[in-house]
């Protein structure tokens, strides 16, 4: 009897094999699909990407699951999804920071090491005085910038080399003034910089708009402009850095992409999936809810962007003397 | 009061009870912490009531941090980042056959301690958190070289061996990204150096792999079981320990909750300081450290009223006082609410609610923390060899899980095998928690104020507050020098010594 069981378990295993191999080359996917997240749990990044693994799950019909690599500003992550196996089981949700890694020297991978699957977000920089500060556009304050001695303005937001370190560097040689002017207190993320500027220890903040909604509306610090190219119709009332004159936009942003190697019809598949997914009612009313800013870019359009941004990095990172 | 009562609601209760559990496992775990349970609950919120889903997290952050001593205490294997400094005398108690009273005592001060925090955010968080607002790299400076010091003070016998042991602590945090500059340290172009050595994994692996290990060197006992004695807990006795201590719970619950109220620092610094604070003040200081029930008291306490404190910057500003508030405000946003200054008088009600749910807490707290304890009790039955594999299979899934990295476990067992070295040679091990905590917090906020101030030293001195932090430290310095020539004076005079 014994036997039997055993064997009948035998034939099972082996049957239940070829069937699982015949199977694999019929769809993708056929088991669970990893999204890493470089970025920790709890966090925004994270947030959005668990939300997209439920809906994605949903379409795909296998079950997504999020996995955080978290450390060196992104590398870890970045650098798994980029080394992961090119069989579209593994998806990176690649954030801003992946055109930064080479040129601070934390790892060589670029956005060239990836085939885009689709971009889902977009959120502009900000510039943030406290409320009872005299300035009310940026440009009495970046006049102020040129007029004082250097150093007499203190400017945070995050840590050295992230989007709003760049995104304010950029934004004072583009209004003609040498970034060293200022001083830069790095902050590790946006919440202990707005932390600093609630108690008065530093000037000015660039961050996202969303990160620091909460206190402008409170009246304690006022936003005076967004680095965007349009105005935002969620904060329809500040205005672009473009309208005050400076023609400079910029901002982070976070997508998914799959290693390089990934077959183009297992792209395909994701692809197809996950422009459902950013297009469905219950994933715009998140990002709305969350203050996060949908801006679509797909497949070669997102690459373009991701490597046009690369290359313009290069004269940032020169000007700010970062990196090697 | 309707707040109050609103929140004994089925649909409130039974997730609320059913994260408190949860904690209990996720605290019980090394390497597994309360932001993580945190983090992991939160997308389960999303289609729930605000107070269900808030419940729920302060739930299950309860429950972590004093579950994380469970394991500290019988196993010498910190749960939770926080549950550090309950190592060293809960483990000493344990070994001298008295870890029920330990992890029971552990259990009702962490209640107190709960309690008191909740109280201090509910009567004068807007007065502390302003005066939080009010620390900068100037004062964080001072507060990490305050906490550097206790080094001295934890460690036990030799002085030397102590800093030895600190200053490796040190040199192990600078390891990774630096951020005044962005430069890496140390990291040899490898992604995961460049992450930096995360304490949990070092944590885990100075304390618990090396005891371990130290068993491993006589194999004698190993069918026995691990925690010898039975756990019978007799609540007279703790209740009698708790009255004797009182004023050392609310000084170590305010020092908790304080430090805990600053966004720089959580509940782990929070409780190495307070037990430094209660070995300074203590009439039994010599007895720190070799299984004393006021260095169980202390760090405790402190811990669970810290996590009442890191809701104080967070309710009144909307800004994080640690992870785990800075995941609660990005749930919030998904609840619809706004965190933020304004959230005190536009949700009134829901503000009630949570401090409501915050003081309940505390009671389910000494409920089902009695249960956890009878639970790992049991597991803690198995004999030696069968809880030690145990406690290096969980530790190194622990340390996996943490960044989802094969790297951290192997941190887990090179910091093993050191502990266990540093053990034969009788070096302490607390010290270098505390450097690779402490160490990155002073020289982060050391060299960004010195960017700050064109690299001028002053501030760090003549601002108030970091003034007065200077001094502490000053006084805390010249403390026992002084002491010493004060007792040889008093020597003529008997020296009464109190035993507990």
């Known amino acids: 009897m014994k036997r039997i069981i055993l064997l009948i378990c035998l034939l099972m295993l082996v049957f239940g094999g070829l069937f699982a191999e015949g199977q694999k080359e019929v769809t993708f996917p056929n088991k669970p699909v990893t999204i890493v997240c470089p970025w920790s749990a709890g966090g925004g990044t994270d947030r959005t990407a668990r939300f997209i693994a439920d809906l994605l799950s949903a379409e795909l019909g296998q079950p997504v699951q999020v996995v955080n690599k978290t450390g060196g500003a992104g590398a870890v992550g970045h650098n798994a999804a980029a080394t992961a196996a090119p069989d579209g089981y593994t998806l990176g949700n690649l954030t801003f920071e992946v055109n930064t890694l080479k040129y601070l020297g934390y790892s060589d991978i670029t956005p060239a090491d990836f085939k885009s699957v689709l971009q889902f977000n977009q959120d502009a920089a900000a510039v943030t005085v406290s409320a009872d500060s005299p300035y009310n556009t940026v440009k009495e304050l970046l006049e102020a910038v040129k007029k004082e001695p250097a150093g007499t303005f203190v400017f945070s937001g995050s840590g050295i080399g992230t989007v709003w370190d760049l995104a304010r560097i950029a934004m004072l040689d583009k209004y003609g003034i040498d970034p060293n002017r200022v001083k830069y207190v790095p902050s590790q993320g946006a919440a202990p910089a707005i932390t600093e500027l609630l108690g008065n220890h530093v000037d000015v903040i660039t961050c996202s708009y969303p990160e620091v909604a909460p206190q402008v509306e409170a009246g304690k610090l006022k936003t005076l402009a967004v680095m965007a190219d349009e105005r935002n119709p969620q904060f329809a009332d500040i205005p672009t850095l473009k309208e005050q004159g400076i023609d400079w936009s910029y901002g982070t942003w976070r997508g998914f992409a799959v290693p390089d190697d990934t077959p183009d019809d297992v792209l395909k598949v994701l692809q197809d999936a996950m422009k459902k997914v950013v297009e469905s009612k219950e994933y715009i009313d998140f990002m709305n809810s969350n203050g996060f800013g949908i801006e679509i870019r797909i497949g070669a359009e997102f690459d373009s962007y991701m490597m046009e941004q690369f290359a313009g990095l290069a004269d940032i990172f020169e000007l700010a003397g970062y990196g090697n | ?259 805990g109220a600053l966004p720089g620092a959580g509940a782990d610094i929070a409780a190495w300081v307070a037990y430094g604070a209660a070995k300074r003040t203590s009439k039994n200081s010599d007895k720190f450290g070799k299984g004393c029930v006021e260095g169980v008291i202390a760090p405790t306490s402190a811990n669970n009223a810290a996590l009442g404190g890191t809701w104080i910057p967070a309710l009144v500003f909307g800004i994080p006082g640690d992870t785990i508030t800075s995941i609660v405000l990005g749930a919030m946003l998904m609840y619809g609410l706004k965190p933020g200054p304004l959230i005190f008088e536009g949700e009134r009600f829901l503000i009630n609610q949570i401090f409501s749910v915050g003081i309940i807490s505390q009671f389910f707290l000494l409920f089902i923390g009695y249960l956890g304890i009878k639970a790992y009790t049991q597991i803690f039955k198995f004999p030696r060899n069968v809880v030690y594999a145990g406690i290096i299979l969980f530790s190194i899934v622990g340390s996996y899980a943490i960044r989802n990295s094969v790297f951290d476990v192997g941190v887990v067992l090179v910091f093993g095998l050191l502990g266990f070295g540093m053990e034969k040679v009788d070096i302490p091990l607390p010290p270098m928690i505390l450097g690779l905590i402490l160490g990155p917090m002073i020289e982060e906020n050391l060299r960004v104020g010195l960017i700050k101030t064109d690299g001028s030293f002053l501030p760090f001195l003549s601002r108030p507050i970091s003034f007065v932090m200077f001094m502490i430290v000053v006084v805390m310095f010249f403390w026992d020098p002084i002491k010493k020539i004060i007792m040889q004076r008093k020597k003529a005079g008997k020296g009464g010594t109190n035993n507990e």
């Open chain 2, 1 to 259: 009061m309707d707040a109050f009562l609103s929140v004994f609601n089925i649909s409130v209760l039974v997730p609320w009870l059913l994260a408190m559990v949860l904690g209990i496992f996720v605290g019980g775990i090394p390497g597994l912490t309360a932001t993580m349970a945190v983090a992991l609950i939160v997308p389960l919120t999303y289609h729930m009531a605000p107070i269900a889903g808030l419940a729920m997290i302060i739930g299950v952050s309860f429950t972590s941090i004093f579950a994380g001593d469970i394991p500290a205490t019988f196993l010498r294997v910190p749960g939770t980042p926080a549950s550090g400094a309950a190592v060293l005398d809960g483990y000493e108690m344990n070994k001298q056959g008295l870890g029920s009273l330990a992890i029971s005592l552990d259990l009702v001060c962490s209640s107190i301690g709960g309690v008191i925090g909740i109280l201090i955010l509910i009567f004068i968080s807007p007065v502390l958190a302003g005066f939080a607002l009010k620390f900068t790299h100037f004062e964080y400076f001072w507060l990490g070289v305050m906490g550097l010091s206790m080094s001295a003070v934890i460690s036990k016998g030799s002085k030397t061996k102590g800093v030895i042991s600190m200053v490796l602590g040190v040199l192990v945090s600078t390891i990774g990204i630096d951020i005044a500059t962005g430069y890496p340290r140390f990291a040899f172009k490898n992604a995961e150096l460049m992450g930096g050595i995360s304490f949990i994994p070092v944590m885990i692996g100075l304390f618990g792999i090396s005891e371990v290990f130290r068993s491993l060197q006589n194999l004698e006992n190993l069918s026995e079981s691990a925690v010898g004695i039975r756990i019978s807990t007799s609540f007279k006795a703790v209740w009698k320990l708790v009255i004797k201590h009182f004023r050392l719970i609310l000084q170590s619950s305010i020092l908790g909750n304080l430090i």
